[in-house]
């Protein structure tokens, strides 16, 4: 048993001895082979770095190769350029002398004029003298009388040409405005409503007057109190004025006494029903009216504000002319006129039916109506062209867009011709006054005499201080200041009659 074991363990020494013998074998040559491999490693990467090298040193070459050929480059454009510049400044040299040579000629004939010129001047005094002892006259004198001669003819000349043109302008332009304004107004059919500041009322009878008035004055001072309008209970049989400078209390307290009249029951709560009840009418009616003026002229996309201050023009009258009339008549006169010019037609109709959107409010509010219209329409989103016709149409500021000139041109035309409104005799005696203080401003005036209302005004002058030039242009000068200095609707013609009478005696 112990040999066996013996043997065993022999062989499996022996065995063991043999795997370990065979394994540094294979380590030996597994480590040659590394050393090989790394050799060979070693050996190639010095050939790439070889390689490497070569390729840089050939880029290198290369690259010095293209430098040195950009600037041999450069070189030859240098030295073109300098060869050029080298010309231009022999060619600048040589026209430097010929310039030179040139201002000593020059100097040479400037020595001969000045000569001539010294000459001259003694033979022209000479030939002074000589004509100024023949005439009997300095030559100031004779300068003075040229010169005068000569713009007495420039005057004539220019008057002559001036009549000349204004006679053709105002010939082509009269045909051709009356054609585009007769159409024009022919197609503008708008109702014209003239009013005025108090309202009358109708009584069945006088006795009512007392009821009005109530005990101790109540029903009148509560009909007063709540709608702001004056009651004028006088002598006029069977009627009852109402007097305010707001024209829609005024209509509501129209609205409210006429029902309490036809209701019979006149007392301080009734009063206050019935006024509270006017008022809703009149407010709807305001903004009907105001949607009907814009459904009319086809503006849309107006503010529910504006429409309602539209309404309320129903109501505003402008020296007599009801102003909601008025200002369709001018959004329908403006927008055929933008029509026929080829102008923007919607933009004129805006701005003539808002041009005087501010009347809507100017009783109740401080600022001219043209400032209040412009306030309006900015709040209330309108377009700047807008905004420009409403603040030009009275030429509170120039008119920059052909709408804005069109509306003030119709808002003329509406306001100025007859019957559409009526001045009161003051104003009548005023506008008469002023025309013949212009007119007698002017020195050769005889007589003047404004007639047809301030329409038109003749001027008779002192026939030896006028010519017919003379007459022409005092013509025109009168009306330009009357344009300058008067505020007036429509236009003013002024006429100017030279009389000459020439009698003889027969014996």
Do not use: W
Request: include cysteine; charge should be negative; glycine fraction near 4%.
């Amino acid at each position: 048993m112990n040999s066996a074991l013996l043997v065993i363990a022999v062989l499996i020494t022996v065995i063991l001895v043999a795997v370990i013998a065979v394994q540094r074998v294979k380590y030996k040559n597994l480590v040659q082979q590394t050393e090989k491999s790394l050799q060979d490693l070693q050996s190639r990467e010095a050939i790439i770095q070889k390689e490497a090298m070569i390729k840089a040193k050939e880029a290198l070459q290369n690259e010095r190769e293209q430098l040195n050929e950009d600037e041999r480059e450069r070189r030859r454009e240098f030295a073109a350029i300098e060869n050029k510049l080298s010309k231009r400044e022999d060619l600048l040299e040589s026209k430097i002398q010929e310039v030179t040579d040139k201002e000593v000629e020059l100097d040479k004939m400037k020595d001969k004029l000045i000569e001539k010129e010294d000459l001259l001047d003694e033979i022209t005094q000479k030939r002074t003298t000589e004509l100024e002892r023949i005439a009997g006259m300095s030559n100031d004198d004779a300068k003075k009388m040229l010169v005068e001669q000569m713009k007495s003819e420039l005057a004539q000349e220019q008057m002559q040409l001036i009549r000349e043109n204004e006679a053709k302008i105002k010939e082509d332009a009269l045909e051709k405005s009356k054609e585009i304004l007769s159409s024009t107004m022919q197609r503008c059919m708008i109702e014209q409503v003239v009013e005025s500041t108090v309202s009358v009322v109708s009584l069945p009878s006088d006795e009512m007057k007392g009821r009005i008035i109530g005990r101790e004055g109540r029903n009148i001072r509560t009909l007063e109190t709540l709608t702001g309008v004056d009651l004028i209970i006088d002598d006029t049989p069977e009627a009852v004025v109402l007097s305010s400078f707001d024209p829609v209390r005024r209509e509501i307290a129209k609205v409210a006494l006429e029902k309490l009249i036809q209701d019979g029951r006149i007392h301080p709560v009734r009063i206050e029903e019935t006024v509270e009840k006017s008022k809703e009418e009149i407010e709807r009616k305001i903004m009907k009216e105001g949607e009907n003026a814009a459904v009319d002229m086809g503006v849309m996309g107006l503010s529910k504000e504006l429409i309602k201050n539209l309404g309320r023009l129903y109501y505003r009258t402008s020296y007599g002319q009801n102003v909601l009339k008025h200002s369709l008549e001018v959004g329908h006169i403006a927008g055929m006129l933008a029509a026929e010019l080829g102008a923007n037609v919607a933009v004129a109709k805006r701005a003539g039916l808002l041009h005087d959107i501010g009347k809507s409010v100017d009783q109740t509010q401080e600022g001219t109506h043209i400032q209040l219209g412009v306030e309006l329409a900015s709040r209330y989103g309108e377009k700047q062209e807008i905004i420009h016709a409403i603040e030009a149409h009275h030429d509170d500021v120039t008119a920059n867009t052909i709408e804005a000139v069109l509306v003030k041109l119709a808002d003329a035309i509406s306001a100025g011709r007859p019957g559409a409104r009526r001045d009161t005799l003051e104003i009548y005696i005023k506008r008469l006054q002023k025309i013949e203080e212009i007119v007698n401003g002017y020195e050769g005036i005889k007589q003047s005499f404004a007639v047809q209302a301030g329409r038109e005004v003749r001027v008779i002058v002192e026939s030896e201080k006028f010519d017919d030039l003379a007459s022409q242009k005092l013509a025109r000068d009168i009306a330009k200041k009357i344009e300058d200095e008067l505020d007036y609707p429509g236009q003013i013609k002024v006429t100017v009659v030279r009389e000459f009478r020439a009698t003889e005696i027969a014996k």
